[in-house]
């Protein structure tokens, strides 16, 4: 992992503040779901994406295929032929 330099604190309520800078270079708005998980002593945020999610339209389908270890459904894929 890569250290950013910043540093906040927890407030009150277990909150921490994401800087501005870090959530518009991962695309991070407020209603974006985020996962915490954990990694021996290291706590680890990322965005939820759920399984059988397209990379390309973020719908949720039961024919998701792996194209070059990306996600992509049908009507994706119908699409891109279409190109």
């Known amino acids: 992992m890569k250290s950013t330099?910043?540093?906040?604190?927890?407030?009150?309520?277990?909150?921490?503040?994401?800087?501005?800078?870090?959530?518009?270079q991962y695309g991070i708005t407020p209603d974006t779901p985020l996962e915490i998980m954990t990694d021996g002593e290291c706590i680890v945020l990322r965005k939820y994406k759920p399984s059988g999610c397209c990379e390309l339209c973020g719908e949720v389908a039961d024919d998701v295929?792996?194209?070059h270890g990306k996600a992509v459904c049908a009507s994706c894929r119908r699409a891109l032929a279409e190109l």
């Open 5 to 24: 330099g910043i540093l906040r604190n927890i407030d009150g309520l277990g909150r921490i503040v994401l800087p501005k800078d870090l959530r518009k």
């Open 65 to 67: 295929v792996l194209f």
